[in-house]
């Protein structure tokens, strides 16, 4: 990615579309993402008086990575609808990276939405990709029917240090094991700043919620929330697992939020999506309009 630093580049269709698909790939790819796939899945097989084979940790891990892997063949398209531009970094405060680079997050859901319904994934309206590059440049994904960001043949130039710590707080709130950088003299603030929002990572990475059988009417199926430890082995289980996500402290002051903002809902906890979603089949119901957000 050098020669994306050249200070008159223009980043054409090619660039575009490479950097779009390899930053969803990273997204999937990664150590992290796939112990989190294991953990949910391993979550929903560790139940009282079930009798499927409980695999390893390992894996559970090898699976989630093939499991990853099929998906991103299966829907690669799913973010071509999201803007792309390329952070340049004006600051002495360089970007850093993770062990866990590519990151998915949503403003607006986070910001916006009751904390019961912060949750999202890459079809949600509002979505957001973060990528470092280097320590000069980041790659962004934005949903351009919700933010607007200022912007010159994809280039942004960033002057304000707040602005790069914003961004490097995703490393920090996302990370797994190890956070990267360049200078070792920069050693000293990174571990300041991961002390500060070390309180907005959150405790589980997921919420697993049971609930059990409790009664049947012509209506349908009633269930009871219960916790694991006293549901018996001959009750019938449900299981919902929702994947906590960071709330950082603050966001870049470029990605503003459009004054004419859209997004599509059918008013169920489907929650927002994006019209394009819609279009490709990513998301499939009905009842689905255009709401001012």
């Given at each position: 990615?050098k020669h994306?630093a050249?200070?008159?580049l223009?980043?054409?269709?090619?660039?575009?579309?490479?950097?779009?698909k390899?930053?969803?790939?990273q997204h999937l790819?990664?150590?992290e993402?796939?112990?989190s796939a294991?953990?949910?899945?391993l979550?929903?097989?560790?139940?009282?008086?079930s009798?499927?084979?409980?695999p390893s940790?390992?894996?559970?891990q090898k699976?989630?990575v093939?499991?990853?892997?099929?998906?991103?063949?299966?829907?690669?398209d799913i973010?071509?609808?999201?803007k792309?531009?390329?952070?340049r970094?004006?600051?002495?405060?360089p970007?850093i990276?993770?062990?866990n680079p590519a990151i998915?997050?949503n403003?607006?859901?986070i910001?916006?939405?009751?904390?019961?319904?912060?949750?999202f994934?890459a079809?949600?309206?509002g979505?957001?990709f973060i990528?470092?590059?280097?320590?000069?440049?980041c790659?962004l994904?934005y949903d351009?029917?919700?933010?607007?960001?200022?912007k010159?043949?994809?280039?942004?130039?960033?002057?304000?240090?707040?602005?790069?710590?914003?961004?490097?707080?995703?490393q920090?709130?996302?990370?797994?094991?190890n956070?990267y950088?360049?200078n070792?003299?920069s050693?000293?603030?990174?571990?300041?700043?991961?002390r500060?929002?070390?309180?907005?990572?959150?405790?589980?990475?997921?919420?697993?919620t049971?609930?059990?059988?409790?009664?049947?009417?012509?209506?349908?199926?009633?269930?009871?929330?219960?916790p694991?430890?006293?549901?018996?082995?001959?009750?019938e289980?449900?299981?919902?697992?929702?994947?906590n996500?960071?709330?950082?402290?603050a966001?870049p002051?470029?990605?503003?939020?459009?004054?004419?903002?859209r997004?599509?809902?059918?008013n169920?906890?489907?929650?927002?999506?994006?019209r394009w979603c819609?279009e490709?089949g990513f998301?499939?119901?009905?009842?689905y309009?255009?709401?001012r957000?």
């Amino acid at each position: 990615m050098k020669h994306l630093a050249q200070e008159n580049l223009i980043i054409g269709p090619i660039e575009h579309v490479v950097l779009r698909k390899f930053i969803y790939l990273q997204h999937l790819r990664t150590e992290e993402a796939s112990r989190s796939a294991s953990e949910m899945t391993l979550s929903m097989l560790d139940l009282p008086g079930s009798d499927i084979p409980i695999p390893s940790k390992r894996e559970a891990q090898k699976a989630a990575v093939q499991s990853a892997m099929l998906h991103f063949a299966e829907s690669m398209d799913i973010i071509d609808d999201l803007k792309l531009c390329i952070v340049r970094n004006r600051t002495n405060r360089p970007f850093i990276t993770s062990d866990n680079p590519a990151i998915l997050t949503n403003r607006l859901i986070i910001q916006r939405s009751r904390k019961s319904d912060c949750r999202f994934g890459a079809k949600t309206a509002g979505a957001i990709f973060i990528l470092p590059l280097t320590q000069d440049l980041c790659a962004l994904l934005y949903d351009g029917d919700v933010y607007t960001v200022s912007k010159q043949d994809h280039w942004v130039d960033v002057e304000r240090v707040s602005d790069i710590e914003a961004i490097n707080d995703h490393q920090l709130l996302n990370c797994m094991d190890n956070v990267y950088f360049c200078n070792w003299s920069s050693r000293d603030w990174i571990a300041d700043r991961a002390r500060s929002v070390q309180s907005f990572r959150p405790e589980r990475k997921h919420t697993v919620t049971h609930a059990v059988l409790d009664s049947t009417t012509e209506w349908g199926f009633r269930y009871l929330v219960k916790p694991l430890p006293n549901i018996m082995d001959e009750e019938e289980v449900l299981v919902h697992v929702m994947k906590n996500h960071p709330c950082p402290p603050a966001w870049p002051s470029f990605l503003r939020f459009r004054l004419d903002g859209r997004a599509y809902s059918n008013n169920t906890r489907a929650g927002l999506t994006r019209r394009w979603c819609l279009e490709r089949g990513f998301i499939r119901g009905i009842g689905y309009r255009k709401v001012r957000i």
